[in-house]
């Protein structure tokens, strides 16, 4: 890092802008509909495995219980095997007295002698009930009358503590369906019927490529302009968790001969070929047109009116599955798992997914894109008359995007929006709803996670969204959120954050952010130079780029206030974190911003400290005495985030 940026790599003969238009546009059903036709019917190859050996796998077929379980009527209790009726005026006041038999019952004993009218035998839990009896008698109410009898003081039902043969499982049963997926109870029914080999579904094998000249893999170093390979490792996990076999064979550049050859092997070994990267029929996107050449009939849908996800691909070759996915980890993911699970748990002999749904509101407007059905990432919180949905803002080039939600939503094709307040059907990536203990929605800051981690460690969940101070401030006024971390000037009174509350609302002092310029160390324009003068010395050197911050961050309060009207280049440059700002001026993108003194320190720029923001906690007070929001307030008093925070450059209040 820290070098310049004039060495973007050029893929060869590579026009990012030309682009060949999609020929047809699918639905996504109608895409799905037409894959499936090409794939099934289509014979499983199943396997024999010993017991041990089939967790995880599809059962092949149903299983018939081939023994009753138990295999004899059996003693739940430790205590003495009888008759009922001769129990049957047995009372506190009116003990009846049985003569004992002699021998005793244990686990494994088979019983030799007849229970008897007036008799009983003892016998332990497990041990199978002799001819005779029909009902146990616990120890416990009992009384020893001499060695060889017993007091009874109770009347016993006939079968009181007696599991019957077959009562568990019925021997001709269905045991297990076929495509029931094995876990450790499947396999303690099977062992308890004495079964030791089941037929079950091969796992599909399924070769996972990545496609980039850009990629690289996780453990290497990243040189400028290169990214880690995602896809690769999120496909392969996914490939597993839905009854796969990945085979991850890792990132193959954009070069059409190198990649044709690494999908030619994957084909001769696997049952199935996913890529990543490379559909959206750019000038280097070359999977799509090698496909052509792999086996019939080829392509069966390249562009799908989906999103995130309209450049998937769907192809079968030969028999075989090729699927590329979208470039950005969250269509990838997303199209993975919409339209390509389906297919792989079929292939591997599972039934179809069913996803948990919820029903929740959305809080803010969403807008959506005419002509395409629009899925959107969320993360459920608990609002004051049930869940609110808060779309993830963040975009489908972003992996936390689907990696922290919740669930997705769904915006038809034909609407171009849907308004706040919407009550809409949520489906959930987990089984349940996880509803969060601790709720924060507004400015993010690193140093949030020094106090929060306290929580995390006591085994509380603490959700945190970031929407920005006055989006947070908006939350915290509709009661959705516990806290709303704000940092907010005010220029008539020249404070934070208190002239921002509302009735309902509490100021919660957090800590103070140190804001400055940064600057590349060894750029000598502002060595020395006082924040004024450092702005200054900018302006007047036409060479000198900023880069700005959005509309609505304290931040770029404080920057317009220092360039008093001025717009120098790189004035419209407006990312939106502290972070984005420090990469802009150590990747040379640009030679000044504004951030805060941990970021600059972390990117190891220059920094001349301006002012300190005071970052605080809008508090709801209605939900001040849940749980969770007193453990974050002693979390944040504690001597322990305090020190964390002030090693990392913050100043608590
Ligand atoms: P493409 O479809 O190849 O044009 O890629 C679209 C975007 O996704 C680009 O920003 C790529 O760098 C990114 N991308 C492609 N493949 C991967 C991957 N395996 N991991 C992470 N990002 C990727
Ligand atoms: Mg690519």
Redesign the pocket.
Same mark, same amino acid.
């Given at each position: 890092m820290g070098s310049g940026m004039s060495m973007i790599p050029q893929s060869q003969g590579r026009s990012a802008l030309e682009q060949e238009q999609f020929l047809k546009i699918l639905s996504r059903e109608e895409a799905l509909a037409r894959f499936e036709a090409a794939l099934f019917p289509r014979a499983l190859p199943s396997e024999t495995r010993k017991l041990a050996a089939a967790l995880g796998a599809a059962l092949a077929e149903d299983i018939t219980a081939p023994i009753d379980v138990p295999p004899f009527d059996r003693s739940n209790v430790d205590g003495f095997a009888v008759r009922s009726a001769d129990l049957a005026t047995a009372g506190e006041g009116a003990p009846r007295r049985l003569a004992l038999n002699a021998e005793t019952i244990h686990c494994g004993t088979v019983p030799r002698m007849q229970v008897a009218a007036g008799t009983a035998t003892p016998i332990a839990t497990g041990g199978p009930v002799p001819r005779g009896a029909d009902a146990v008698v616990m120890v416990e109410h009992t009384q020893p009358a001499g060695s060889d009898a017993i007091d009874v003081r109770r009347a016993v039902s006939p079968g009181q503590f007696v599991s019957y043969a077959g009562s568990d499982i019925a021997r001709g049963e269905a045991l297990l369906r076929a495509g029931t997926m094995i876990g450790s109870r499947e396999i303690g029914m099977l062992a308890a019927c004495g079964i030791a080999e089941v037929t079950v579904a091969r796992k599909p094998r399924v070769a996972v490529i990545? @496609?980039?000249d850009?990629?690289v893999q996780p453990g290497e170093a990243l040189a400028p302009a290169e990214?880690?390979?995602?896809?690769?490792a999120i496909v392969a996990a996914a490939i597993d968790e839905n009854g796969g076999e990945a085979i991850f064979l890792g990132?193959i550049p954009d070069d059409e001969a190198k990649l044709e050859a690494a999908m030619r092997r994957a084909l001769e070994d696997a049952d199935m070929l996913v890529l990543?990267?490379? @559909?959206?029929k750019?000038a280097g996107?070359l999977s799509h047109r090698i496909i052509g050449r792999l086996g019939q009939p080829g392509i069966i849908a390249h562009g799908v009116a989906l999103k995130p996800g309209k450049?998937l691909c769907l192809a079968v070759c030969d028999g075989k599955p090729v699927v590329i996915l979208?470039?950005?980890?969250t269509s990838?993911m997303f199209t993975f798992h919409d339209m390509i699970v389906p297919v792989l748990r079929r292939m591997a002999g599972l039934p179809p997914r069913s996803d948990a749904k919820a029903s929740a509101t959305v809080p803010v407007r969403i807008a959506s894109e005419l002509g395409r059905t629009e899925f959107v990432m969320v993360s459920l919180v608990e609002g004051k008359n049930g869940l609110i949905a808060y779309p993830s803002g963040k975009g489908s080039?972003a992996i936390t995007s689907f990696a922290q939600a919740d669930g997705f939503l769904r915006i038809d094709a034909l609407a171009d929006q849907m308004p706040a307040g919407t009550e809409t059907e949520v489906t959930l990536f987990t089984p349940h709803v996880r509803v969060p203990d601790l709720v924060i929605v507004g400015s993010h800051c690193t140093g949030l996670d020094l106090v929060t981690a306290q929580l995390a460690h006591a085994g509380l969940t603490v959700r945190s969204i970031a929407v920005g101070s006055l989006g947070g401030l908006a939350a915290a006024k509709r009661g959705e959120c516990d806290l709303a971390p704000i940092h907010l000037f005010d220029d008539k009174s020249e404070t934070y954050n208190t002239p921002y509350l509302v009735a309902g609302l509490e100021l919660v002092p957090g800590w103070r952010r140190m804001q400055g310029i940064v600057f590349r160390k060894d750029d000598t324009r502002f060595e020395g130079l006082s924040a004024k003068d450092a702005v200054a010395a900018a302006l007047a050197d036409p060479a000198c780029i900023m880069v700005n911050r959005n509309q609505g961050a304290g931040t770029r309060i404080l920057i317009d206030r220092l360039l008093g009207g001025a717009r120098p280049e790189g004035y419209w440059n407006q990312p939106r974190s502290h972070n984005a700002v420090a990469a802009a001026v150590a990747q040379h993108r640009a030679d000044w911003g504004m951030t805060i003194a941990p970021v600059a320190h972390a990117a190891g720029l220059g920094f001349i400290p301006l002012a300190e923001e005071h970052y605080d906690f809008a508090l709801v007070t209605a939900r001040k005495d849940r749980p969770a929001v007193q453990a974050f307030l002693t979390a944040l008093g504690s001597d322990e985030a305090r020190a964390a925070l002030e090693r990392a450059g913050f100043r608590p209040a």
């Amino acid at each position: 890092m820290g070098s310049g940026m004039s060495m973007i790599p050029q893929s060869q003969g590579r026009s990012a802008l030309e682009q060949e238009q999609f020929l047809k546009i699918l639905s996504r059903e109608e895409a799905l509909a037409r894959f499936e036709a090409a794939l099934f019917p289509r014979a499983l190859p199943s396997e024999t495995r010993k017991l041990a050996a089939a967790l995880g796998a599809a059962l092949a077929e149903d299983i018939t219980a081939p023994i009753d379980v138990p295999p004899f009527d059996r003693s739940n209790v430790d205590g003495f095997a009888v008759r009922s009726a001769d129990l049957a005026t047995a009372g506190e006041g009116a003990p009846r007295r049985l003569a004992l038999n002699a021998e005793t019952i244990h686990c494994g004993t088979v019983p030799r002698m007849q229970v008897a009218a007036g008799t009983a035998t003892p016998i332990a839990t497990g041990g199978p009930v002799p001819r005779g009896a029909d009902a146990v008698v616990m120890v416990e109410h009992t009384q020893p009358a001499g060695s060889d009898a017993i007091d009874v003081r109770r009347a016993v039902s006939p079968g009181q503590f007696v599991s019957y043969a077959g009562s568990d499982i019925a021997r001709g049963e269905a045991l297990l369906r076929a495509g029931t997926m094995i876990g450790s109870r499947e396999i303690g029914m099977l062992a308890a019927c004495g079964i030791a080999e089941v037929t079950v579904a091969r796992k599909p094998r399924v070769a996972v490529i990545s @496609t980039g000249d850009e990629l690289v893999q996780p453990g290497e170093a990243l040189a400028p302009a290169e990214i880690y390979d995602t896809n690769g490792a999120i496909v392969a996990a996914a490939i597993d968790e839905n009854g796969g076999e990945a085979i991850f064979l890792g990132a193959i550049p954009d070069d059409e001969a190198k990649l044709e050859a690494a999908m030619r092997r994957a084909l001769e070994d696997a049952d199935m070929l996913v890529l990543s990267g490379g @559909t959206s029929k750019g000038a280097g996107d070359l999977s799509h047109r090698i496909i052509g050449r792999l086996g019939q009939p080829g392509i069966i849908a390249h562009g799908v009116a989906l999103k995130p996800g309209k450049p998937l691909c769907l192809a079968v070759c030969d028999g075989k599955p090729v699927v590329i996915l979208p470039g950005f980890p969250t269509s990838a993911m997303f199209t993975f798992h919409d339209m390509i699970v389906p297919v792989l748990r079929r292939m591997a002999g599972l039934p179809p997914r069913s996803d948990a749904k919820a029903s929740a509101t959305v809080p803010v407007r969403i807008a959506s894109e005419l002509g395409r059905t629009e899925f959107v990432m969320v993360s459920l919180v608990e609002g004051k008359n049930g869940l609110i949905a808060y779309p993830s803002g963040k975009g489908s080039g972003a992996i936390t995007s689907f990696a922290q939600a919740d669930g997705f939503l769904r915006i038809d094709a034909l609407a171009d929006q849907m308004p706040a307040g919407t009550e809409t059907e949520v489906t959930l990536f987990t089984p349940h709803v996880r509803v969060p203990d601790l709720v924060i929605v507004g400015s993010h800051c690193t140093g949030l996670d020094l106090v929060t981690a306290q929580l995390a460690h006591a085994g509380l969940t603490v959700r945190s969204i970031a929407v920005g101070s006055l989006g947070g401030l908006a939350a915290a006024k509709r009661g959705e959120c516990d806290l709303a971390p704000i940092h907010l000037f005010d220029d008539k009174s020249e404070t934070y954050n208190t002239p921002y509350l509302v009735a309902g609302l509490e100021l919660v002092p957090g800590w103070r952010r140190m804001q400055g310029i940064v600057f590349r160390k060894d750029d000598t324009r502002f060595e020395g130079l006082s924040a004024k003068d450092a702005v200054a010395a900018a302006l007047a050197d036409p060479a000198c780029i900023m880069v700005n911050r959005n509309q609505g961050a304290g931040t770029r309060i404080l920057i317009d206030r220092l360039l008093g009207g001025a717009r120098p280049e790189g004035y419209w440059n407006q990312p939106r974190s502290h972070n984005a700002v420090a990469a802009a001026v150590a990747q040379h993108r640009a030679d000044w911003g504004m951030t805060i003194a941990p970021v600059a320190h972390a990117a190891g720029l220059g920094f001349i400290p301006l002012a300190e923001e005071h970052y605080d906690f809008a508090l709801v007070t209605a939900r001040k005495d849940r749980p969770a929001v007193q453990a974050f307030l002693t979390a944040l008093g504690s001597d322990e985030a305090r020190a964390a925070l002030e090693r990392a450059g913050f100043r608590p209040a």
